[in-house]
């Protein structure tokens, strides 16, 4: 029987269990569950949202129905919370362990191994059939929080570089605004561009699978891989079905893990065909225009500020109802993105 580990002996012996398997034990989780046989622990595994890991069994154990017990318990509990997507990283030689349980792999590098239950990536794809145009194509991945006059000049510059561009917004809800709030300020502010499609990421990109470092602070190996992960799966997986042969990016002069992930993507879309192409950010009073200013200048309710580093579809957001609301959210808002 799986049971949940909560108090601080059980945790202690899944840590142990963990780290006997050459792992690292990762506090960053919302349920942490093992199976005991006569008072040992002999399997264990952790979920993180969506994410499961830290699935170890001892070597006694393995072969049985341990992995399938331990798969199944953190399923229902997606279930419970209404998560409807989950994945799992592992390594090459038990990929196929997974592949039984109804696990797709999306991508692999190195040993390591990303995959999906069900067919997730298929099924958002598909959705998206209709977007799909012949061409010199390009995409940007932003998160918008919110929409600035940086985002923009970015998106005006690469659409005028393409025959299509791609705006992918980053669907993950770890910002001030809104997933919903986001994907509207950017619609509104590039409604007049003619050759744009903006779209969410899904988990597929810059989400709590494929790259948490973005949202959370992470070890710098731990972060490298996740950046060469989630850059690969849209160079193999999102990239084809679009035709995308162009990244676009803005310069990075204030966060160490952008301008880290930025300098990363022409060594991992360079060899799978995809050319970066950086652009400098456009400057309001000599300095580059982010969306952490624009968050700043809303918290001190600088009005005067904000006019000069977003455009009207969002100043006009900012002044409504639901925008005062986010104001007060922005009082104790203290994340980078």
């Known amino acids: 029987m799986v049971v949940n580990l909560i108090n601080e002996r059980d945790r202690n012996l899944a840590r142990a269990l963990v780290e006997e398997n050459g792992f690292s034990f990762e506090e960053d989780y919302d349920l942490l ?136 917004v980053v669907r993950e809800d770890r910002s001030l605004f809104p997933f919903d709030v986001r994907m509207a300020l950017v619609r509104a502010g590039t409604a007049d561009l003619d050759n744009v499609s903006v779209l969410d990421t899904s988990d597929y990109a810059v989400s709590q699978v494929t790259f948490p470092g973005y949202f959370l602070k992470q070890d710098d190996d731990r972060l490298q891989l996740q950046m060469e992960i989630d850059l690969l799966l849209f160079a193999r997986k999102i990239a084809p079905f679009f035709g995308i042969t162009r990244r676009f990016i803005g310069t990075e002069p204030y966060c160490r893990t952008t301008r880290s992930y930025s300098d990363t993507m022409p060594r991992i879309l360079g060899p799978e065909g995809i050319q970066t192409i950086q652009l400098e950010r456009k400057l309001s009073a000599d300095t580059p225009i982010s969306a952490f200013r624009v968050r700043k200048a809303l918290k001190n309710e600088n009005y005067e500020a904000l006019r000069k580093l977003v455009p009207a579809t969002t100043l006009e957001f900012l002044r409504s109802a639901e925008g005062r609301k986010l104001l007060t959210a922005s009082k104790n808002y203290r994340r980078r993105h």
Not at 67 to 76: P, S
Not at 83 to 97: D, P, V
Not at 119 to 133: A, D
């Open 33 to 168: 569950v093992g199976k005991f046989e006569d008072g040992e622990l002999v399997a264990t595994a952790a979920r993180s949202h969506n994410v499961f890991k830290m699935i170890c069994i001892r070597q006694s154990h393995r072969g049985g129905g341990c992995l399938g017990a331990l798969v199944t318990a953190l399923i229902n509990s997606c279930a419970y919370s209404d998560i409807r997507n989950f994945f799992i990283f592992t390594t090459l030689e038990n990929r196929g362990a997974f592949e039984h349980l109804n696990f797709f792999p999306l991508v692999s590098h190195g040993n390591i191994c990303l995959l999906e239950y069900g067919q997730g990536l298929l099924s958002y794809l598909q959705q998206h059939r209709e977007l799909r145009l012949a061409g010199s194509n390009g995409a940007v991945v932003v998160n918008c929080n919110p929409f600035t006059l940086g985002h923009r000049y970015l998106i005006e510059t690469a659409a005028a570089q393409v025959d299509h561009l791609y705006i992918f």
